[in-house]
């Protein structure tokens, strides 16, 4: 599917900052599921890019804005071609193997940095015992990606503004509501207890014609999690939604955890009374 995304960051300051330095993840990906088109990165005020990749591959675009400034407009788009993989069957065919496969010693010191745990996905008493009440032992690991995904989805309340972007995989379980950077912290952690290799995904979900809306229905960002799953490989999984990612997800980058693939971050020199303002559009891209 055809995918056109519009993401805009706006930042307002109570008086004009200087020295502004930043790095913009905003670039989707171009790999087995997907295919980004076209991208665009437009600053105001006007500033000079450097483009590169970052350690896992992900496109960062760094900038400095020196001059007085007292708004920052960081804009994205994209257009993006999706499609879906039918991990189940290619899981299945080596279900019975799958778990000796992910604790052969060669496995585990190829995927370590994605088995051990991080700043937002912590291997605390409680979310290792949170991970034993899962189970799925017994049968393959896709099944247990399932399993945990929907015990997730299950246990949380998904309530914005109940969170905050630093909060860890252990506090989502103290309070009991999150976000979706929250649900995939959790799993990430249960998935790595497990000795199975989970990563942090950042992105986008269209969901305007599944809500009986138009296709320029106005959708946040979103964060799942790819799990390597022996037979299929990384494969997306959103325990936010208990969903398989489909053609509907669009992936910006991934890491360790948020604070490896943070969309928009940095800093700069003067008032620290600002305004942030973040709007992401995702729709059903025209054709022809």
């Known amino acids: 599917m055809r995918l056109d995304i519009r993401h805009t960051t706006r930042y307002r300051y109570a008086s004009a900052v200087t020295d502004s330095v930043n790095e913009v993840r905003l670039t989707p990906r171009t790999d087995d599921r997907q295919a980004c088109y076209q991208h665009r990165l437009v600053i105001e005020p006007n500033v000079s890019l450097l483009s590169y990749e970052d350690y896992f591959g992900n496109r960062v675009h760094a900038f400095t804005a020196n001059d007085p400034h007292k708004e920052l407009v960081i804009t994205a788009h994209s257009i993006v071609v999706t499609r879906d993989r039918n991990v189940e069957a290619a899981a299945e065919r080596v279900a019975g193997e799958s778990w000796g496969r992910l604790r052969s010693p060669e496995f585990i010191d190829r995927y370590a940095e994605y088995l051990l745990p991080s700043a937002y996905a912590s291997f605390h008493p409680e979310i290792a015992r949170y991970a034993e009440g899962i189970g ?153």
């Open 136 to 288: 799925g032992d017994k049968d393959g690991v896709f099944t247990f990606i399932r399993q945990a995904a929907g015990r997730i989805f299950g246990d949380f309340e998904y309530k914005p503004q109940s969170t905050g972007v630093g909060t860890t995989a252990e506090e989502l379980i103290g309070i009991g509501s999150g976000v979706c950077q929250d649900f995939a912290h959790l799993m990430l952690a249960v998935c790595r207890l497990k000795g199975v290799p989970a990563r942090y995904v950042s992105g986008y979900h269209f969901v305007g014609d599944l809500q009986g809306r138009n296709a320029d229905f106005e959708q946040a960002s979103h964060a799942w999690v790819e799990a390597y799953i022996p037979g299929a490989g990384w494969a997306g999984i959103d325990p936010t939604n208990d969903n398989l990612v489909d053609w509907r997800y669009v992936k910006l980058g991934h890491g360790r955890d948020y604070g490896d693939i943070v969309p928009v971050k940095g800093i700069y020199r003067g008032t620290p009374e600002q305004q942030l303002q973040v709007t992401v559009d995702v729709r059903l891209a025209e054709t022809g």
